[in-house]
């Protein structure tokens, strides 16, 4: 057998050791890969709310406890949207009013919108199939998830609070959250909550020759005390901590595989060359050198991590997508990017070279005349 068979062989010899250690192992690299993507996903998710529609930037209210998601706390007065529409610029701003609304026996999210305001040029990326959109007060389009699961279509009613909406259409959106959402006439949800003029945010969008730089500093400028534009998901301060927490904590899950896992692998490894003393000590008495067993010995261990992390990937990544396609994660889906299990396999091969490299040198280090009278 070739060197490079042996040690693809060696460590699944014992079986049951050898999945014990798979198993051990997988579980520290699939909760990496798992926070990774969902920390993508909800910071996708996040920026595609910030730019629907194409729009160039949002404006929230400044004050502190708005800014903690993009929907915002504090509501704006509409009077804002023709003093920003006035500014050099701005091509056009739209308004949008969340509220957390009883649709019918449960809460869930409703969207406020002008009615007559169209998809290709408004502010949700969201796709009319079937009926059409708000044409007048006390009409709805309900997300396809709502439709399914309360056998809801185009003529039927919709109850929001304790006023009946007609159903109008329903819409499809790639973001999970407006598949279970309702839109609505932002006037009919203002007085619903007795806000009148009321808003939640400001999408505005930037002419093609304008600097959204230049638009978004004049704001600032003008009437930072009042408002906060926001670009990315990094201006929203307490969004922007609670990532660098789940990125912290990502890295701490990292820093506590390796631990274990390298604690796991050395045992494992150790075992191993326990077991294989007078195997060892023949290939060393016909002529393998100890850098070509200490070599064999790491490949062995690195060749258990990354079985670890490909097995314990393809789990995670199956159970999360499989959980989004049944409609369980219905904020935002897990985006696995390459960095993101490029990372679960860096730590795969630290845990591997960690654990591997004690057992590998205690291996090169045997005297093959010992090693040929062990039994």
Known sequence: MSFLGLIFKNPFRNKARAALAIIGIGIGIATIVALGGMTTGLTQSLDETLHQGGADFTILSSEDDAQGTPYGTKNLNDTWLDKIRSMDGVKKVEAIYLVTLPIDDDLGMVIGLEPNNTFDTGSLDTEIIEGGFLASDHQAVIGKLISEESNLTVGDKIKLADEEFEVVGISESGDPSYNSAVMAPISDLQDIMDQKGQISMIYVYAENNASVDTITKKINDSYGEELTTVTSVSDLKQMAEMLNMLDVFKWGISLLAIVIG???????????????????????????????ILTMILGESLVLTMSSAFIGTVIIVAILEILSWLGYLSVFSPIFTWDVIAQGFAVAIGVGLIGGIYPAYRASKLPPIEALRYE
């Open 262 to 292: 390298g604690i796991g692998i050395i045992n494992t490894m150790i075992m191993s060359v326990y077991e294989r003393t007078r195997e060892i000590g023949v290939l060393r008495a016909v002529g393998w050198r100890k850098s070509r």
